[in-house]
């Protein structure tokens, strides 16, 4: 199986300061890579490189063996649209507020080229049913949803268009600890049936050990350790990872 992301020493800095350097790895399809490390780790820089959000100072991506660096950016706008998506940690930066839950999942869809008023709105309702949203609700706002079901709309906008790879910053950031059970149990029902690549930053390692089949560990900036999840939380070699696995330094 051909790897779905390969980065290569990848570094951005601000200035002076390091936020990320030498990283590299690659992601595979289905298979959900987690990123944990404490503020200011380097973590959200990272995935900020890997979106497109920030531009790395050196370094390469590639996405399915094409270079994103040597892409245009009408082209990568298109892959941000199809084949990638973004879950924000914050669902109101995901969401548009101001108009329906099915217009949310539909413009997605729209993006894409869809246009037949039925069959998105059928789409819509079956996606915000697959997130255990009431399909009755298609027409009410997301302002009108808890933060769970907010979270869950934008995993069903993003995702309707069947997307290859995922990226998510702390997509249970903020949420009671009920909610975000639910949250994880979709989120691993939705990979397996997808086979999505994803790769989530979260400063919960409970969070990481329950979705993430590899973990990377990040300290100043630098990937300093990574391996199967249960390997790495259950005999962290590097003192760091030690120290964020017996919950003495505040992730």
Known sequence: MSALLQVEGLEKRYGARIGCTGVSFDLFPGEVLGIVGESGSGKSTLLACLAGHLAADSGQILYRGRDLGAMAEPERRVLAR????????????GLRMGVSAGAN??????????????????????????????????????????????????????LVT???????????????VSVQARLLDLLRALVREMGLGVIIVTHDLAVARLLADRLMVMKDGRVIEAGLTDQVLDDPQAAYTQLLVSSVLQV
Not at 135 to 158: C, E, H, K, V, W
Not at 162 to 174: F, I, K, N, Q, Y
Request: aromatic share 6%; net charge negative.
């Open 82 to 93: 199809t084949e990638w998506a973004f879950v924000h940690q914050n669902p109101r930066d």
């Open 105 to 158: 999942v539909g413009e997605r869809l729209m993006a894409v080229g869809a246009r037949h008023y039925g069959a998105i709105r059928a789409a819509a309702e079956d996606w915000l049913g697959r997130v255990e949203i009431d399909p009755g609700r298609i027409d009410d706002r997301p302002r009108a949803f808890s933060g769970g079901m907010q979270q869950r709309l934008q995993i069903a906008r993003n």
């Open 162 to 176: 069947a997307p290859r790879l995922v990226l998510m910053d702390e997509p249970t950031g903020g949420l009671d």
